[in-house]
């Protein structure tokens, strides 16, 4: 315990939503929750130690805040505990990850490549996009034209630079700060994983506490 005046008696905790461990690692304070605390007493929050990663954890583990107070509470009796944010803070357990070979990586390209080419060209036959573009052709020029490239390249071309907008990449480069519509997709489902994650981890607690009644 350390000693601290009246106004400085209150430990403010916020939880992160996500964080990543290596296998068999202690997990801190500090590794899964922002703290503000007296000066005096910040190191030794820091430093405790919350949950010890094993092999039984597998790759998720579930921090409430509550197992935090517990033992905060445990050590610095005297102090007062105020937590803002999430309740929970999500353990992911990751391995080293492992290079990508070439074979590996020249097969994912062939397959989203040739894959989405032909969900663009079934696309096109379905809306008769072939059609549409030679009788626009006719109308401006007035002359029929089975293959009316001057419309059929300038769109490919602009298809392209239409998916590179829509997408806001360019390979690793982005575009502007604004997030693409797939990385907020992506976001909605992290959300939506954690939030099963969280649930289904309280229903297992709940089991456990009441087979040990």
């Given amino acids: 315990m350390w000693e601290v005046n009246v106004l400085e008696k209150t ?16 997990i801190l304070l500090k590794d899964i929750a922002q703290i503000i605390a007296p000066d005096a007493g910040l190191s030794s929050l820091q430093a405790m130690m919350i949950h010890q990663l094993t092999e039984a954890d597998r790759n998720m583990v ?9 033992l905060i509470k445990s050590k610095f009796g005297e102090m007062e505990i105020q937590t803002i944010g999430p309740a929970q803070t999500i353990i992911e357990v990751t391995n080293k990850k492992k290079g990508v070979s070439i074979p590996f990586f020249l097969l994912i390209w062939f397959l989203l490549f040739f894959g989405s080419a032909m969900a663009i060209m079934n696309f096109h036959d379905d809306v008769s996009m072939k059609s549409v573009h030679e009788k626009i052709y006719t109308i401006i020029t007035g002359k029929k034209e089975a293959n009316p490239l001057l419309f059929q390249i300038p769109y490919s071309i602009g298809l392209g630079l239409g998916m590179i907008l829509f997408f ?34 309280n229903k297992e607690s709940m089991k456990r506490l009441n087979d040990d009644d």
């Fill in 11 to 26: 430990i403010y905790i916020r939880m992160r939503n996500r964080v990543q461990s290596r296998p068999e690692e202690k």
């Fill in 168 to 201: 806001n990449h360019v390979f690793k480069k982005r575009i502007n700060e604004e997030p693409s519509p797939l990385e907020v997709e992506m976001f909605n489902y992290q959300l939506d994983l954690d939030n099963y994650v969280i649930i289904h981890e």
């Fill in 62 to 70: 579930v921090i409430d805040v509550m197992k935090v107070i517990h």
